[in-house]
């Protein structure tokens, strides 16, 4: 049986994760960066140069952290920020200083060409209007070259709920959702998008009375 949510669902119960039962976010955030370490090990992925794109949010933050256990497994890897890094949120800010004191390699303009797997970690569930026009660019470039993409949680343009193209949407293999899978990468246009979707446990912990508004499957 599959229990599927929506973004504001999940958010509430990250919420009630971190906050009610005392989960810290870099806990959560390692947790989800094992997960899909877990996931590119598992041998069905080029890791020769692994590019990894990051935004300004947690899901930014699972990259940089998942790019950090990448290069102390001595795997080719960088990360590319999306957008300014100084206007990442805290614990992105956080992850970026541990990435750079384990020596993880920047890169300020990538050549996707170059990537054997680019790993989309620029939005995630805090997606809320389309995509900025640069990056539906960006986003339309890497699908033309059918780059390999490995999504976190969510294909980068694909609305977390409804399944809505917010402009453009990365073209994703592989889709690891975090905690639950969200209902958008189940209806298209997401579906599309999102490729092969697998769902890992990072912890999230479900109070007695939640009550999904999605019937479980
Ligand atoms: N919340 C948690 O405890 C955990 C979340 N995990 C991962 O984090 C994302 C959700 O993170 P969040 O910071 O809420 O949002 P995003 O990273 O998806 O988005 C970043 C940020 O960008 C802003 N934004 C939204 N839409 C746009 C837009 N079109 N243009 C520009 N900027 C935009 C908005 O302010 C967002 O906050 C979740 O998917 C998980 O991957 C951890 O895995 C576990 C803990
Ligand atoms: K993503």
Redesign the pocket.
């Known amino acids: 049986m599959t229990q599927l949510v929506t973004?504001e669902e999940?958010?509430e119960l990250?919420?009630y994760?971190?906050t009610t039962i005392g989960l810290s976010?870099d806990v959560?955030?390692e947790?989800?960066a094992l997960a899909a370490l877990d996931v590119l090990g598992a041998g069905a992925y080029d890791l020769s140069n692994v590019l990894v794109l990051v935004?300004?949010?947690?899901?930014?933050?699972?990259g940089i952290a998942l790019a950090r256990l990448l290069h102390q497994l001595h795997i080719p890897v960088s990360l590319q920020f999306v957008?300014n890094a100084n206007k990442a949120?805290p614990?992105?800010k956080h992850q970026l200083q541990i990435a750079e004191a384990c020596g993880v390699p920047r890169s300020e303009k990538s050549d996707f060409k170059q990537a054997s797997l680019i790993i989309d970690?620029?939005?995630?569930?805090?997606?809320?209007?389309?995509?900025?026009e640069g990056?539906q660019k960006m986003v339309k470039a890497a699908n033309h070259i059918e780059s390999t993409v490995v999504a976190?949680?969510?294909p980068t343009g694909v609305n977390?709920t409804t399944g809505q193209i917010?402009?453009a949407a990365l073209k994703a293999k592989t889709t690891i959702s975090?905690?639950f899978i969200k209902a958008g990468v189940t209806e298209n246009p997401g579906k599309k998008s999102a490729g092969q979707v697998l769902v890992k446990d990072?912890g999230?912990v479900v109070p007695e009375d939640f009550q999904f508004s999605i019937k479980e499957q």
Do not use: C, H, S
């Open positions: 973004t999940m958010q990250d919420q994760t971190m976010e959560l955030i947790r989800a935004g300004l949010g947690n899901n930014g933050a699972d957008g949120k614990a992105v970690a620029i939005f995630g569930t805090g997606l809320n209007k389309d995509l900025p990056l976190l949680d969510l977390g917010m402009g975090f905690g990072i999230i």
